[in-house]
Nanobody, 120 residues
Framework: QVQLVESGGGSVQAGGSLRLSCAVSGYTYSDYCMGWFRQAPGKDREEVAAIEGDRSTSYADSVKGRFTISHDNAKTTLYLQMNSLKPEDTATYYC??????????????WGQGTQVTVSS
């Protein structure tokens, strides 16, 4: 059973930084594929960043150059480093798995979410 537990959210001023973490357990895979989604009030959930294997990453245009997705060597913790935060980054951020035998890009498992609030 996959369990994803996010932490690291909080409130910051515009221009600040936060690092989100996601503790991963029970994730058995032949093709590691995970990511971060977010949902702002009144908006649909959107993919923020994804990582496949050890190096392949992708980002939403709105966060490119500001956010970095990574994982530890054991692949038991997923990170999202968020710099130069903007008020429009305010949302609940979710850690997701997106594949077991191949990277489908479709979220399969979700964490409970962590709130990020950026004030101007």
């Amino acid at each position: 059973q996959v369990q994803l537990v996010e932490s690291g959210g909080g409130s910051v001023q515009a221009g600040g930084s936060l690092r989100l973490s996601c503790a991963v357990s029970g994730y058995t895979y032949s093709d590691y594929c995970m990511g971060w989604f977010r949902q702002a009030p009144g908006k649909d959930r959107e993919e923020v960043a994804a990582i496949e294997g050890d190096r392949s990453t992708s980002y939403a245009d709105s966060v490119k150059g500001r956010f970095t997705i990574s994982h530890d060597n054991a692949k038991t913790t997923l990170y999202l480093q968020m710099n130069s935060l903007k008020p429009e980054d305010t949302a609940t951020y979710y850690c997701v798995t997106m594949g077991y035998t191949y990277c489908s890009g479709v979220p399969l498992d979700w964490g409970q979410g962590t709130q990020v609030t950026v004030s101007s």
